[in-house]
Structure formats: structure tokens, C-alpha cells
């Protein structure tokens, strides 16, 4: 082979290896759900699903465990464009707008069906403009699972029992408010600062999704669990518009496995949540769950308070909690 040729097949080779590798997108999905929790290894098996129907083209690097920090941190880092994929709980999105914190006040929905009904026909046309206008193309929404109360001492089996103790809340007016109302001193902090706060005694009980409290292992600090189902986060997994601008049609259509598969994974997480109570119950751990009589008395410490936050937040708070009771009323009828 001549010089001439060598050089030309060279340059082919190489040619070709540098449009494979501008073929390959690489995208960077970050969560704090340990990576052994539901969520995690949905995403996982998403991303798996996404790099076999695209041939390896389009890859998604899933980071768990608030390798990159807590939900405001990410949240933050997907909006500016750090952080291509973010799934985050609504939590966080005071950040967007505090009108979101609707979404956190107790007794939300009236049934288990109901909220299902809301989040998955409903939640893109209540939130979905919010996190656009926020710089986020959201795919899909999911469950998180209902709150519980974890407690270092005893049972909180009325909002009573919480009175004076440093509980922790998460950051939202809604949880701040509801901690006053209990008569508590809430202490608002990240999920990834909770047991930190639990061993150092910086707080005494905290309010978490049952499922991803005992995923991060909260129950082996605060060791008493009282099943409240007082409040319901709800998740999404979205895309920062950053990278969304700049991904082909068909990487955007390859996407759609997460909006496929979310309510398939988001359907189990409640019976997870059971599952995972039982198991710890079994363990030793003391869980209760309420009475008729200890749930009315959690339901009058809320009473009115989801209309009070709707007026307190503005006028956009109140549109967003009049479209919400229109689509609760639309998934009873």
C-alpha cells in the first residue's frame, strides 16, 4: 500500500470513528432516591431501555443518592442546564414560584384513587406550564408516596403529641404553616441533612414520604413511625430545555420510555410503601397507624389551611389550586 493510500485510509478510519462518537449522546439524570430505591432503579432500567432501542446513540448516566445535592440543588442545576434530566418531588419547586406549595397541604385529595386520577391525567395541564416557563420540559409524573411521622421518642399519634418538639419539615410554607398549627417548632432542611439533624438532636421527629424515609434509613434513628398518609408528594421527571433545544427528534422520541413506563413504576409505589412498613414492623420497629378519631383530630390541625396558604401566595396560587379542584372534581365524577 502507498503512502498516498495509507494516509487516505487512515484519514476514512478516522473519519468515521469521529462521526460515531457525534452520534453518541450522553445525557445526566440526577435524583437524591438512593440507587436502590423504586425510583432509582426505574431510571436505571429507563436509561438501560434507552441505550438498547437507540444502539447505543443516546445514553443516560443516572446519579443518585444526592451525589450532586439535595432537590433545590438539582432543580437549580436543571434549570440553568448543568444537569440534563432532573427527577425532583414538587417540593422543590417553591423555587419556580411559591404558588407550587398547594400541592403540600395536608389532606390534598380525598382518596388514594383521586390523586392517582390527578397525577396522571391531569398534572401536565395544572404544572406542566409552570416548569416550562421555569426553563424544564417535563416527560413524565409520578408517585412518592404519603408522609409519615419519625419519631426518636414515642408514636405522634395526634398533631398533640408533636407540641413543642423540633420537627423536621420540608422547606415549604405549607409544612412551615402546618408545623404551627401543630404547635411545633418546624425546622425546614433538606432530606439529605434529616438524619444528620435526628442524630445530633437538632430535631426530635420529622415529616417524610414513608417509602424514601425508610429507603435512606430514617426509621433506625427515629424508630417510631406513625402512618399519617397526612400529605402526598408528587414526582416529575423533566428535561432542562437547555439540552431538550439541542437533542434531534429521535432523541426526543427515544425519551419517551420514561413517559411510557412512569405510571407502570409510579403504580407501585404505594403498595412499596405498605410493604416496606410491614417489613420494619416485623423488624421491631413500633409503627402505628391511626384511628377514625386520631385522623380527625390530624385533619382539624389542618382545616382551612390550603385555602389560607392559596390567599397568603397570591393570585396565581389561587389559579393553581382552582385548577387542581377541578381536576379532583373531574377524577370523582
Not at 416548569?131 to 413524565?140: N, V
Not at 401543630?182 to 414520604?209: C, D, R, Y
Not at 429521535?250 to 410503601?273: C, D, H, R
Request: proline letters at 5%.
Amino acid at each position: 500500500m502507498t503512502l498516498k493510500k495509507l494516509a487516505l485510509t487512515c484519514a476514512t478510519a478516522l473519519g468515521m470513528m469521529t462521526a460515531a462518537a457525534q452520534a453518541e449522546t450522553t445525557l445526566k439524570l440526577a435524583t437524591v432516591a438512593p440507587t436502590s430505591s423504586p425510583w432509582a432503579q426505574w431510571a436505571q432500567a429507563a436509561a438501560d431501555r434507552i441505550e438498547e432501542i437507540s444502539g447505543g446513540e443516546l445514553k443516560i448516566q443516572v446519579i443518585g443518592d444526592a451525589q450532586l445535592g439535595d432537590e433545590q440543588t438539582i432543580l437549580r442545576q436543571g434549570i440553568k442546564g448543568r444537569v440534563d434530566i432532573v427527577l425532583v418531588s414538587n417540593i422543590p419547586m417553591s423555587l419556580i414560584g411559591q404558588e407550587v406549595d398547594v400541592f403540600s397541604t395536608p389532606f390534598l385529595f380525598d382518596s388514594v384513587e383521586q390523586g392517582t386520577c390527578v397525577v396522571y391525567n391531569h398534572m401536565s395541564d395544572i404544572l406542566g406550564p409552570t416548569l416550562q416557563d421555569a426553563g424544564l420540559e417535563p416527560l413524565t409524573w409520578m408517585e412518592i408516596g404519603h408522609y409519615v411521622v419519625f419519631s426518636k421518642n414515642e408514636n405522634a399519634l395526634t398533631p398533640e403529641d408533636l407540641q413543642g418538639q423540633k420537627l423536621r419539615v420540608a422547606a415549604t410554607t405549607s409544612d412551615e404553616a402546618f408545623a404551627r398549627r401543630m404547635s411545633a417548632v418546624g425546622v425546614p432542611m433538606g432530606t439529605s441533612a434529616t438524619i444528620p439533624a435526628l442524630q445530633t438532636g437538632n430535631v426530635e421527629s420529622a415529616l417524610l414520604p414513608g417509602l424514601f424515609g425508610i429507603a435512606i434509613g430514617t426509621h433506625k434513628v427515629a424508630p417510631y413511625v406513625t402512618v399519617t398518609d397526612h400529605a402526598r408528594p408528587i414526582g416529575a421527571v423533566a428535561v432542562s430545555q437547555r439540552t431538550y433545544n439541542k437533542l434531534s427528534d429521535q432523541e426526543k422520541e427515544w425519551l419517551n420510555v420514561f413517559v411510557e413506563t412512569g405510571p407502570a413504576m409510579s403504580a407501585t409505589i404505594l403498595g412499596t410503601q405498605e410493604a416496606l412498613l410491614k417489613k420494619i414492623e416485623e423488624a421491631g420497629v413500633p409503627v402505628a397507624r391511626l384511628t377514625p378519631e386520631q385522623t380527625a383530630e390530624w385533619k382539624a390541625a389542618s382545616e382551612g389551611l390550603r385555602d389560607e396558604l392559596a390567599e397568603e401566595l397570591g393570585p396565581e396560587a389561587v389559579a393553581l389550586l382552582e385548577r387542581l379542584e377541578a381536576a379532583k372534581a373531574e377524577c370523582s365524577s
